[in-house]
């Protein structure tokens, strides 16, 4: 398209706000998001994470969102045909609290509106509300095909879901059946295994006395056995003991007395029970411990359940009912005390499981679920990642994932809560028959009665979730997108959902679409505090990425995340970080600036160079050899998801070796008359800073195309460019050789400047001395070069015979030996006692600190971060006395000479 942008002015200062949305505006809605069918170019496609519909963008959104849209943004400009399906999850539990807490504040509940029309309030809610975060990650670039925008309860998933849980059900995959279940008396909902989190938690061991029936103690009166929970032994049915546990082989099948409820109960031998544990007899609580309800199954025992749904006692507790399970827990200790069968009790630290979304102590419940048989589709998920068909970056992951496959249990995917995914099965109210059906029956197909009760329960928010990359595509319908787009390429997503999410997905995938999702699993690390802890609003060091992105622009948010991903690693994230990638931005917008100034003809127009037939100056062919193994570099590191050091290479190669070394090479035949030698130069510079561009485009998307549009000739969107290819025929070792020896010149000159401490304005002579011929040639023909860069008066090069100057710094070079008299800059008598000076002063602070780290009550007393300081201070004095003790003896051999 025409470049109007071009013959324009380029603002001093870059305005990231106005740039940002007028873009962003821009390419939506041109359409350059969507995809298309092409069947000539190779497919690239992804489907987001989708975040909870309730979520609002944190810092980890951030990470994964800019992780994937640098992705998806260097394939597309790489000539693939990609898509990238957005879409949010209904979050069910999450998404009912929000709802409820709302009606809570106005003093209603769920139960005062009743079902059906609580659900039309959420519903209101999710369209007044619930789209925040899409807006949110528009705001951060990214480039997904809004046109195909999903939500995980839309007409479309309904649809997919209730054919996956027919299908399952047809297949004897899905089951409903007795079982112990994670219960969160606060959410009032089951939870998967997944969805426990442990806690590490200091907690007591009771040993409680089981007295034996009267009739059965012989030589024996009781049992003694060590629980954590004793206000469990309410629902106890059994004691059991190993079989081969010779203190116990006497004692099986006598009956016991539960104690406080003086219930009858049997002895029993288990090869379950672990005779190291306490006292080598454990409790049996059927309905209340998964190991207890399987030594009860083998056993034939009864299961007893004492919580309500709130985990209050009920009436099988009975005197205890209506107490807490904490508060009972008191009152039986009291009362085991009273009758003298508590033996005594003792420190013992536990796990305690909480729910992962309220971080209340979840209560293990016999309850009547839906499970799904996880072990056959499983298996194949396994094999997938073992045959390297999905392969999971980093690859140490493989093992963790592996472990949890190989050892996984039934998935209970039933909810007792009312937003989501109604579990399509029916109950005869007549004969009590199942029906598992796609549509709503009519009838009993057993028995003809048509009163049917639909199941209240819902679908785990996970169950819909593990069909998103194909239920996204059209799945069950065979549709273009499907064929076109499946498996997808990556998915990119945070490692503590890879069991929660990414093997559920490959699970189902293989079952329903015959391969797997996702041909890689990039699996990122998380983000924490600078000091390495974790984020939270609590501890006060959550950075938010909204604030951010309005303080310092969205490009140096997202440049500042994948800069510091690196595969397997945490982020050590803090603002200042975010502060500095703010100034590489600005570095840019400066670069632009001097490229476009010098592009400029007599008349004040653009000119867009033709590139010449050759390059006599090195520094030319150095950047264009760097800018080519730079091209390549970042291309392996993108293909292979290094984002750091994609992120890194182009950093060091645009601000270091172009912007510090190349335009400053570049500026006297930028500058000079010389025409033939401009426009070489400006042919380059132009050159090299529109691959730039195109290279950083998939890291910082805003402020590379505002740019783009500025350079001269006929540009599309950058976003729709060729990403650079490497240009083999640019590589030039001797080129690089000539520039590297240049620099290292160059460095070392002005190294020993600031350590002497000459003014940089200061026009110095420099005397140098070549070693051989080919040094000789190198200084000869980089003399200029040389001079230009260092802003010396003159480089002369010295003969062999020539004596070396007195009174001089001498700077030892491979072949080369630079001498630069110092008479008139440098008064060595008056640095040397300055020197002096701060070196006594530096060694009694390190005196003054080493004593007060070697003080035993400074150091038991004092706060960690505190003594760390000190630390720290005492490690910079050590640095600084280094120096100055170095330059001391620079002078001292200066005034030997």
Known sequence: MPNEASINALPKAYDFGDVEHRWYREWTEKGLFTARFDPGRPYFSMVIPPPNVTGVLHIGHALNNTLQDILVRYKRMDGYNTIWVPGTDHAGIATQIVVERRMNSEGRSRHDFGREKFIQKVWEWKESSGGRIIEQLKGLGCSCDWSRERFTMDEGLSRAVKEVFVRLYEEGLIYRGNYIINWCPRCHTALADIEVEHKQTEGQLWYIRYPLAEETRQDTEFITVATTRPETMLGDTAVAVHPEDPRYKNLVGRDLMLPLLNRRIPVVADAAVEPEFGTGAVKVTPAHDLNDFEIAKRQGLQSINIFDENATLNESASQYAGLDRYEARKRVIIDLKKQGLLEKEEAYDLAVGVCYRCKTVVEPRLSKQWFVKAAPLAEPALKAVKDKRTILVPASWERTYDEWMTTIRDWCISRQIWWGHRIPAWTCLSCGEVIVSREEPKACPKCGNTALEQESDVLDTWFSSAIWPFSTLGWPDKTPELKTFYPT??????????????????????????????????????????????????????????????????????????????????????????????????KIWNAARFVLLNLKTSQGALAEPAEPESFHDPSERWILSRLSQVTGTVRKALDEFDFDVAAKELYQFFWHEYCDWYLELAKPALTGDETDRQDAARWVTLTVFDHSLRLFHPFIPFVTEELWQHLPGQRDHIMVSPFPKQIDSWTDVAAEDIIKQVMEVVSSIRNARSELGIHPGAKIIVMALAHSDKAYDFLNSQKKAINTLVGIKTLDLMSKEELRPEGAATIILEDIEIFIPLEGFVDIDEELRKLTKEEDKLNKEIIKTEAKLKNEHFLSRAPQEIVQKEFDKINKFQIKLEKIVSHKETLQAILRS
């Open 489 to 586: 390429s990556v998915l990119i997503t945070s490692f503590d959902i890879l069991f929660f999410w990414v093997a559920r997905m490959m699970m189902m995938g293989l079952h329903f679409m015959g391969d797997v999702p996702f041909r890689h699993v990039y699996l990122h690390a998380l983000i924490r505090d600078i000091e390495g802890k974790k984020m939270s609003k609590s501890k006060g060091n959550v950075i938010d990425p909204l604030t951010i992105m309005e303080k310092y622009g969205t490009d140096a948010v997202r440049f500042t995340l994948a800069a510091f991903a690196a595969q397997g690693r945490d982020i050590k994230l803090a603002e200042e970080r975010i502060e500095g990638y703010r100034h590489f931005v600005n």
